[in-house]
């Protein structure tokens, strides 16, 4: 589905990598690695400053931006949800491409485990963990094909984030997602993801399945990451 | 009879830039430099406008009011860009923005004979809009800057989400005309209650009836906020897609914004 040849862009160098379709990939590393900087490159708020990327073999500079970001989602670890209702927020996307339908609304909000209720809620008004889901419901509202994740958890609470990881586990699986997540917990990554990119640095130290990974870590880098 | 206040009685105004030199020194706020320096300063910039303004008002009309509009014009323009100088040909945006203004401006006051074209009415009038315009781009320049960097999270999402620069940006556009306008509409709502403005004072001072400095006031007051409305919504919506690059990405630092292409 991704392919990155030769990439570097700010901290990142070099990178060569593909991603399948349907797969979940967790990225991971220390702090300042080029993680969310690497998150950005799949729907273009950033461009590589040398390497190409390429969307099933086509390259992605080539797409129309609006187009790739619709088929590539993105959820932020702040919700950033605009002021207004929760409906408000649901249709933004849909809206900008003219496909927005009143009957979807309450759907989305059962994918993300919210009350129907909600839909007039003020956004103000909602608990993080809620905001959080909005935000999800609001990038799934697109109908994206894949879900970039930017540490969507780690400003909330301990049971906010299991609840908020179960809910990405059923939507994923539902919607047949690709999904690429940054992460910097270890027991996360474990939880939900196949596939581990770990980045040091701005390089790709290694890639495999995750689960072997953490039991047995080729590099010293991740041995000492694991052990922190 | 004209007011007059002799030498002496100004040297008395020593005493007001003593108080808050004063308080500057006791609370330890390291202003004093600049409370002296800004006393001095203003004090001989407005001798020295007051010679220039003589000089001006023996000109012709059509030499003088141009001259002078002119310079306050590239002086505003100079001194608005302080606000955003990272920003590509904001120089230019501002000091067309204030040209088109006065123009617009003067001809409504000419056209439905408000003011007459004399360097006495033109130019204090125009200096005021003028004035205005400027700190009023300045304001929206700054406060652009801030909300850009405040919402940096939710243009990244509008962004995600398929949003064009202009639609993510509608909510900074938004904030960006509410803090400009909001001040003008206060002060039009108290005008003559909370204190009187100073155009009027002014008039009523140099011997003129209450009731047509009030005239004046308003041909004032309502051309600056309009200017001022105008001059907010020109700037902001001239500027904040420098804030983008072509790509429709996010320039978030300075220095991005500075040598985007």
Redesign the interface.
Same mark, same amino acid.
């Given at each position: 589905m991704f392919q990155f040849k030769d990439v570097s862009y700010g901290p990142l160098k070099d990178l060569t990598f593909s991603i399948n379709k349907k797969e979940k990939v967790m990225l991971f590393g220390p702090s300042g690695a080029g993680k969310s900087t690497l998150l950005?490159l799949f729907?273009? #708020?950033?461009?590589p400053s040398s390497g190409s990327i390429y969307l099933d073999e086509k390259e992605i500079a080539d797409f129309e931006?609006?187009?790739l970001?619709?088929r590539v989602? #993105?959820v932020?670890q702040?919700p950033?949800?605009?002021?207004g209702t929760v409906l408000d927020n649901i249709k933004?996307?849909p809206s900008?491409?003219g496909e927005w339908d009143e009957r979807e609304a309450e759907k989305l909000l059962q994918y993300v485990q919210l009350p129907t209720s909600y839909i007039d809620r003020d956004v103000e008004q909602l608990s993080g963990g809620e905001k959080q889901r909005v935000?999800l419901a609001?990038?799934l509202a697109?109908s994206p094909e894949v879900l970039l994740l930017d540490e969507p958890t780690s400003a909330l609470d301990y049971r906010t984030a299991e609840e908020i990881e179960e809910c990405l586990e059923n939507l994923i699986e539902e919607h047949n997602l690709t999904m690429i997540m940054v992460t910097h917990n270890l027991q996360q990554a474990s939880r939900l993801g196949e596939r581990g990119l770990f980045i040091v640095d701005g390089q790709l130290v290694e890639d495999g399945r995750i689960l072997e990974m953490l039991e047995k870590p080729k590099s010293n880098e991740l041995a000492r990451f694991i052990e922190e | 009879m004209e007011p007059e206040i002799s030498n002496q009685s100004l040297l008395f105004l020593i005493v007001f830039v003593f108080i808050p030199l004063s308080l500057s020194y006791f609370y330890q706020l390291g202003l004093s430099k600049n409370i002296l320096w800004s006393s001095v300063r203003g004090t001989i910039q407005l001798f020295a406008i007051g010679y220039l303004l003589t000089y001006l008002f023996d000109l012709r009309a059509s030499i003088g009011i141009p001259l002078m509009i002119s310079i306050m014009i590239t002086v505003a323009t100079f001194h608005a860009r302080l606000k955003g100088k990272e920003l590509p040909h904001v120089f230019w945006y501002i000091l067309v923005g204030l040209l088109v203004i006065e123009i617009s401006v003067l001809s409504m006051w000419l056209l439905f004979d408000m003011v007459e074209f004399t360097p006495s009415e033109v130019i204090p009038m125009s200096g005021m809009v003028i004035g205005n315009s400027m700190v009023a781009m300045g304001l929206a320049l700054e406060r652009m800057k801030n909300e850009f960097k405040e919402n940096n999270g939710r243009l990244l999402a509008a962004l995600s989400l398929g949003a064009k620069p202009k639609t993510a940006s509608k909510l900074i556009v938004q904030k960006t005309l509410n803090a400009a306008l909001i001040p003008n509409v206060d002060q039009l709502k108290t005008i003559g209650l909370v204190q009187l403005p100073g155009m009027m004072t002014g008039l009523i001072l140099g011997g003129v009836e209450p009731v047509m400095a009030i005239k004046y006031q308003l041909v004032i007051s309502l051309s600056i906020f309009s200017s001022v409305s105008l001059s907010a919504m020109f700037i902001t919506l001239a500027m904040y897609r420098y804030f983008f690059n072509a790509q429709d990405q996010l320039l978030e630092t300075e220095e991005e914004i500075r040598t985007q292409s």
């Open positions: 950005f729907n273009r #708020l950033h461009s931006v609006t187009d970001r619709k989602g #993105l932020l702040d950033n949800l605009f002021p933004y996307g900008i491409f935000s609001r990038t697109n | -």
